[in-house]
């Protein structure tokens, strides 16, 4: 367990609909980063929040939304899905900078649209 | 635009000898960089971070070097073993965003 918890682990739905995936970060970790990794593709960035607030944004898609709630949970929105956006969506948290921790990793979401 | 290459791919080597990965970048000015390992279907694990003003850095079979004029990391996994095999990322940070290596893939022969 790397102490950041992604759910759900599966989700299968159909094209056009809505989901959302959640992540809680590690415990003391103000940070959090989504991460979309399609099959055979790199890690690509989508998203940042830095205790509540948005901080940096990566080729996020508009259909794609995310927020960090007050407790530093995290959910992403991901709406009018495409069989494309079938993907690994990771969740990973880190410490404040300066502190020589890399970071951390959820299990991720594997999500499938068919 | 900004650039992390790996190079290689895939790196096929036998049961105790040192794999060696390359990540060079462009358009980066990194206070540190990071490699991180990943299993197929999990996350990546952060293994190792050396900063810009170190030259090398160990931890345990793994040495990493980073040489900023080169804007080039080395990565070396010494006496390797069949657990050693996985893809290795390397990752820069920029505008508070994290951004990786396509990654190269290593698989250890027994």
């Known amino acids: 367990d790397s102490g950041v918890t992604q759910t759900p682990k599966h989700l299968i739905t159909a094209t056009g609909q809505r989901v959302t995936l959640r992540c809680s970060p590690r415990s003391g970790d103000l940070s959090v980063y989504w991460y979309q990794q399609s099959l055979d593709q790199g890690l690509q960035f989508l998203i940042q929040y830095y205790n509540g607030e948005e901080r940096a944004k990566g080729n996020i898609l508009e259909r794609f939304s995310a927020q960090q709630f007050p407790d530093l949970h995290s959910e992403l929105n991901l709406s009018s899905l495409e069989l494309g956006d079938s993907a690994l969506y990771f969740c990973?948290?880190?410490?404040?900078?300066?502190?020589?921790?890399?970071?951390?990793f959820g299990s991720g979401t594997r999500l499938t649209v068919v | 635009s900004q650039k992390i290459e790996q190079n290689s791919e895939a790196l096929n080597i036998q049961e105790g000898k040192t794999a060696t990965l390359t990540c060079n970048y462009t358009n980066y000015s990194p206070a540190y960089l990071q490699w991180y390992r990943q299993d197929p279907g999990r996350g990546p694990v952060f293994l190792l971070l050396?900063?810009?003003?170190?030259k090398e850095k160990r931890k345990e079979r793994l040495k990493v070097t980073f040489d900023t004029t080169l804007k080039q990391s080395l990565f070396h996994i010494t006496a390797s073993q069949p657990a050693d095999s996985a893809t290795y990322l390397c990752a820069l940070e920029a505008d508070y965003k994290l951004s990786f290596g396509a990654g190269t893939t290593v698989t250890v022969r027994a």
């Open positions: 990973a948290s880190s410490p404040p900078r300066g502190t020589g921790a890399g970071y951390t």
């Open positions: 050396i900063r810009e003003n170190e």
